[in-house]
């Protein structure tokens, strides 16, 4: 089978190509061709501006896809299934790839299936590694999300739990421009950290079960900027980065012990931090645990996660109709 990707949630515009080959236990995936056009417009204004997204991704959709096909050497009517995202994210921004794919499937009369974000991220790490097979836990970070979910099977998924505030990304942004650096913040803090230390005690946030919340992290470290004369940078990004780290694995080694799960993938864009790669995988062997991170093409968001997983989700649920709605929020199920 072949599929094209398309993903346009937030400020990335995406197309992919991929083929998938029948295997056990699962398919075994090819990646044509992934293009991606980041929107650096919005680093001047200090997040994502939805607006300015969305008329961004009115005018890069068709090159962009043009393109995917043009590396993947192949043309529309080669393709076995369309498949995009149609939430979590902005909704503007959704609606510009929605539309777009919902025009391909009739013009070409071709399947059309609607992606959760967020699965796609699962399926990043299957991308990635093609001996990962479920069960096993995942952890998905990026600059929208923070969740725990427990992976099943294939398209077979049960949300342990989420952020009740900001996302894992969001507070590395928010942090950031306390400390006086560019948007988005995550690489600038992991770069200022790689000089610092260990200087202070910022609290691991105290949240039931397995949910998380950031408000209060991101709080200390406001208090202690505002009280510190001369606050040494590279420190306060080096503790907050390591009290990232502990709470995240607080929560993973919570539900590894309750499911007797060993295995834990890592995803989105938060995955990509290297501090944060060198914790966990130090922690896994401290502790018996197995963790995946997607190569770094794979860890922010893509068009071949969406296209591996509408594949699947095709052969299990057939095509998506054609009145599906873009959605800010929206559990995956």
Same mark, same amino acid.
């Given at each position: 089978?072949?599929? &094209?990707g398309?993903e346009t949630?937030?400020d990335?515009?995406?197309a992919?190509v991929?083929s998938?080959?029948?295997?056990? =236990?699962r398919?075994?995936y090819?990646? +044509?061709? %992934?293009?991606?056009?980041?929107?650096y417009?919005? %680093?001047q204004y200090g997040g994502?501006?939805?607006e300015l997204? %969305?008329r961004?991704?009115?005018q890069?959709?068709?090159?962009i896809?043009q393109t995917?096909?043009?590396?993947?050497?192949?043309n529309?009517q080669?393709?076995?299934g369309?498949?995009v995202?149609?939430?979590p994210?902005?909704? @503007?921004?959704l609606l510009?790839?929605?539309?777009f794919?919902?025009a391909l499937?009739?013009?070409l009369?071709?399947?059309?299936?609607?992606v959760?974000?967020l699965?796609g991220?699962? $399926?990043?790490?299957?991308?990635s590694?093609p001996?990962?097979n479920?069960?096993?836990l995942?952890m998905i970070i990026?600059?929208g999300?923070t969740?725990?979910l427990?992976i099943?099977g294939?398209?077979?998924?049960?949300?342990l739990?989420?952020? /009740?505030d *900001?996302?894992c @990304?969001?507070?590395f942004d928010?942090v950031? #421009?306390?400390?006086?650096l =560019?948007?988005?913040? @995550?690489a $600038?803090?992991?770069?200022?950290? +790689? /000089? @610092?230390k260990?200087t202070?005690k910022?609290?691991?946030?105290d949240? =039931?079960?397995y *949910? $998380?919340?950031f408000s209060?992290l991101k709080t200390a470290?406001?208090?202690y900027?505002q009280k510190?004369?001369?606050?040494?940078?590279?420190?306060v990004?080096?503790?907050f980065?390591e009290t990232?780290?502990d709470?995240? &694995?607080?929560?993973i080694?919570r539900?590894?012990?309750?499911?007797?799960i060993?295995?834990?993938g890592?995803?989105?864009g938060?995955?990509i931090n290297?501090?944060?790669?060198?914790?966990? %995988?130090?922690?896994g062997?401290?502790?018996?645990?197995? $963790?995946?991170?997607?190569?770094p093409q794979m860890?922010? *968001?893509n068009?071949?996660m969406?296209?591996a997983?509408g594949?699947e989700?095709?052969? #299990?649920?057939?095509p998506s109709?054609?009145?599906l709605?873009a959605?800010a929020?929206?559990? &995956?199920?």
């Amino acid at each position: 089978m072949i599929f &094209l990707g398309i993903e346009t949630s937030c400020d990335e515009t995406a197309a992919s190509v991929i083929s998938a080959q029948e295997k056990e =236990p699962r398919a075994s995936y090819n990646i +044509l061709s %992934s293009i991606v056009s980041s929107q650096y417009v919005h %680093s001047q204004y200090g997040g994502v501006i939805p607006e300015l997204a %969305s008329r961004a991704h009115i005018q890069l959709i068709v090159p962009i896809t043009q393109t995917a096909l043009d590396v993947a050497k192949i043309n529309y009517q080669d393709l076995d299934g369309i498949a995009v995202t149609y939430a979590p994210g902005l909704v @503007g921004a959704l609606l510009v790839g929605l539309s777009f794919t919902k025009a391909l499937s009739l013009s070409l009369n071709k399947p059309f299936i609607g992606v959760n974000h967020l699965e796609g991220h699962i $399926f990043s790490l299957l991308l990635s590694y093609p001996e990962l097979n479920p069960p096993f836990l995942a952890m998905i970070i990026s600059g929208g999300h923070t969740e725990l979910l427990l992976i099943k099977g294939l398209c077979d998924y049960e949300q342990l739990g989420s952020t /009740t505030d *900001d996302a894992c @990304g969001e507070a590395f942004d928010k942090v950031a #421009r306390m400390l006086g650096l =560019p948007y988005p913040g @995550g690489a $600038f803090i992991e770069k200022l950290a +790689l /000089t @610092g230390k260990r200087t202070v005690k910022f609290p691991v946030p105290d949240i =039931p079960d397995y *949910d $998380f919340s950031f408000s209060g992290l991101k709080t200390a470290v406001l208090y202690y900027l505002q009280k510190e004369k001369n606050p040494v940078k590279e420190n306060v990004a080096y503790s907050f980065q390591e009290t990232v780290s502990d709470f995240l &694995l607080k929560k993973i080694d919570r539900a590894a012990d309750h499911y007797k799960i060993n295995r834990i993938g890592i995803s989105g864009g938060v995955a990509i931090n290297k501090r944060i790669q060198e914790r966990f %995988s130090q922690y896994g062997k401290e502790h018996n645990l197995q $963790f995946y991170f997607p190569n770094p093409q794979m860890c922010t *968001d893509n068009a071949a996660m969406i296209a591996a997983a509408g594949i699947e989700r095709y052969k #299990r649920f057939g095509p998506s109709p054609l009145s599906l709605t873009a959605e800010a929020r929206v559990k &995956l199920i």
